[in-house]
């Protein structure tokens, strides 16, 4: 069974701050996804991937397979980022969601 | 932008009520999950289903849930006899392909409070 550890759990930044998010996972898998949960509480994907690199506007999501490791990147942030981050992961049997805890992001203006 | 629709919005409903969630995931999609999300706690999958049946489920996904495609567009979780700790949201998703390696798109969600 996969545990997925996100730190922190809480961030608290000043606008236009360099932020970033990290997740680590215990067992193989086929992809991480990176998901963002606004108050309203739906859930949109940002990011998945498997290898790499991926890059979409302010958003930088990295991942490390060997070291089982991602980090989520926001640079220049804005008060509209904040939200809960969430990583997910999906194993190599399969295609549920294994979810992390999430980071509560709160930026500040 | 196609997207996964779910009604209704909020439900509550009484211990021991049979309640339904629906689902309409994207049309092109032929993957469709059940993850539910207890406030304050992360979110869980209960359930993954394609080609009508149900491809993998977890422990939480016990004999009081249900899972069906009713029809060419609706995915539906029934809850036999709700419990106090059902009291959740529960959000339906899509994929295109299975495997692991497709973007899920999720529902909005809906709220189910169990008094």
């Known amino acids: 069974k996969n545990e997925v550890e996100q730190s922190p759990q809480n961030l608290t930044a000043q606008e236009g701050e360099f932020i970033t998010i990290n997740c680590s996972y215990s067992?193989?898998?086929?992809?991480l996804h990176w998901l963002q949960q606004h108050p309203g509480g739906g859930i949109v994907s940002l990011f998945m991937l498997s290898s790499g690199k991926k890059k979409h506007g302010r958003l930088i999501a990295t991942i490390n397979i060997q070291e089982k490791h991602s980090s989520l990147h926001i640079t220049a942030s804005h008060p509209r980022d904040s939200a809960v981050y969430i990583c997910?992961?999906?194993?190599?049997?399969?295609?549920?969601?294994?979810f992390g805890e999430g980071t509560q992001l709160t930026v500040n203006p | 932008e196609p997207e996964v629709t779910q009604t209704p919005s909020h439900q509550v409903t009484q211990m021991g009520q049979e309640v339904i969630l629906r689902c309409v995931p994207i049309?092109?999609?032929?993957?469709f999950y059940w993850y539910r999300q207890i406030l304050g706690q992360k979110v869980e999958f209960l359930v993954s289903f394609y080609n009508n049946e149900i491809s993998e489920k977890s422990e939480i996904f016990d004999d009081q849930f249900s899972v069906e495609r009713p029809d060419g567009s609706n995915f539906t979780l029934k809850i036999r006899s709700t419990k106090l700790e059902d009291s959740a949201m529960y959000f339906c998703a899509s994929t295109r392909q299975g495997g692991g390696t497709d973007t899920q798109y999720f529902g909005p969600g809906t709220r189910l409070t169990v008094l």
């Open positions: 049309s092109n999609h032929l993957y």
């Open positions: 067992v193989g898998i086929s992809a």
């Open positions: 997910a992961v999906t194993e190599t049997s399969g295609s549920r969601l294994t």
